[in-house]
């Protein structure tokens, strides 16, 4: 950039306030870190429990959702370490952040009412529903269809998951992290390689 | 008189312009992205910060971050109402001048 003191027309002046702000919206690139890592964790977590419980007829089959554990502590590193090396910090980025935290605790929420009161089979629906907000709502927010896709198949299988049972509920759970999370995710990280190239 | 002589002089300067423009979008910024992103040098972009925030449209934040020393740049609510008020008379002024957009 020229010196300060240069006499700017018009012109140049919109070009430069549009270049800065291009420049500055590059910053919300998503490489779908965050999809990747939670939608292969619930999708190998919920399959192998219908596999462990239904088909091997395991006693414990639930213990596998212990692989949560690894996406909080996946989720914590790569936090900690994007913001370390970030120098820039957008506010929808904030925004995003607090709302899948938001989320995130409704998640948990659901999961100790069943877990206390209602069965896991009332539960899952509405888990499949919230997963579908989260995904939705991103998709929106990016202007980025196939999230906005997979959060309304997610909302129609949440619909469908009311009306079986439990073991179906589980392959419904697989489905909805494969369509809102695995496709989208990878088709973020291709583009975000593709950008970065 | 046109719309554009009255224009706010702080900003009406390309690096000002410009770390302002960054800065609109964004939460913060460290000053090696605005650096690396107005393609200004390290000493007239320090001076032109400074500038801004003796204006108030920007605070500057000063720390360290793995030793080294790190700074911080953020758009004041003063700097926002500024940089509205500088895009609205440049509007202005291209509107009633559509030839010279």
Not at chain 1, 34 to 39: D, Q
Not at chain 1, 144 to 161: D, K, M, R
Not at chain 2, 29 to 53: C, D, M, R
Request: hydrophobic share 45%; proline share 3%; net charge positive.
């Amino acid at each position: 950039m020229e010196a300060s003191s240069s006499k700017l027309t018009e012109t140049e002046s919109w070009e430069i306030i549009q270049n800065m702000i291009r420049q500055a919206k590059n910053e919300m690139r998503d490489d779908g870190f965050y999809y990747l890592l939670w939608g292969w964790l619930v999708f190998v977590a919920s399959l192998s429990h219908y596999v462990l419980g239904y088909v091997l007829h395991y006693r414990h089959p639930y213990a596998v959702w212990l692989l949560m554990l690894v996406g909080i502590a996946g989720t914590i590193y790569q936090s900690v370490r994007k913001s370390k090396t970030q120098r820039v910090k957008t506010h929808m980025e904030q925004f995003i952040g607090s709302f899948w935290l938001g989320i995130f605790i409704a998640i948990v929420v659901v999961l100790l009412g069943a877990a206390f009161k209602t069965g896991y089979a009332a539960a899952y629906p509405a888990l499949i529903a919230i997963y579908g907000i989260g995904t939705f709502t991103s998709g929106r927010l990016f202007r980025f269809t196939p999230l906005v896709i997979g959060g309304i198949i997610s909302w129609a299988i949440a619909l469908v998951a009311f009306f079986v049972s439990f073991p179906v509920q589980l392959l419904l759970l697989a489905l909805t992290v494969l369509v809102s999370y695995l496709i989208p995710g990878y088709i973020l990280k291709a583009g975000y390689r593709h950008e970065r190239v | 008189m046109s719309a554009f002589e009255s224009l706010d002089p702080m900003l009406h300067s390309q690096l000002r312009l410009a770390v302002m423009s960054l800065l609109i979008g964004v939460k913060e910024a460290e000053f090696t992205y605005i650096k690396e992103k107005t393609e200004a040098t390290a000493g007239n972009l320090s001076v032109q910060i400074n500038k801004l925030k003796e204006a108030g449209y920007i605070e500057v934040h000063k720390s360290f971050k793995d030793n080294y020393p790190l700074t911080t740049c953020k758009i004041t609510q003063q700097g926002v109402s500024a940089f509205e008020q500088y895009v609205n008379a440049l509007k202005t002024y291209i509107d009633s001048n559509p030839k010279n957009a």
